[in-house]
């Protein structure tokens, strides 16, 4: 599993990555985890270079170490599953 760490174009708003990732021909699935700064991890799947990004989303490719602290530090149990997606909380059920 390939993780970018990105921020929405505004910070916690505005445009994203994902339509140029798709078109430089790989794809973007974002996590849920979102710090106060809008920064965020996204999935990668294809060859996508983060250095050919347009830099107001400031995109770095980051190890799964990184994507598993980033997110830790917003939910402290958060582990890296086997398909290589990092869990998360689980929203509350109605009874």
């Not at 790989?26 to 920064?39: H, R």
């Not at 402290?76 to 869990?87: F, Y």
Request: aromatic letters at 12%; proline letters at 7%.
């Amino acid at each position: 599993m390939r993780y970018f760490h990105y921020k929405l174009s505004e910070g916690v708003w505005g445009t994203n990555p994902y339509d140029a990732v798709a078109a430089l021909g790989s794809l973007l699935d974002p996590n849920w985890a979102v710090d106060d700064d809008g920064y965020r991890i996204g999935y990668v799947t294809g060859d996508c270079d983060a250095d050919d990004l347009d830099p107001v989303w400031d995109v770095t490719e980051v190890t799964e170490a990184q994507a598993l602290a980033f997110c830790q530090a917003i939910y402290e149990d958060a582990e890296v599953m086997p398909d290589g997606r990092i869990s998360g909380p689980q929203p509350d059920v109605p009874a």
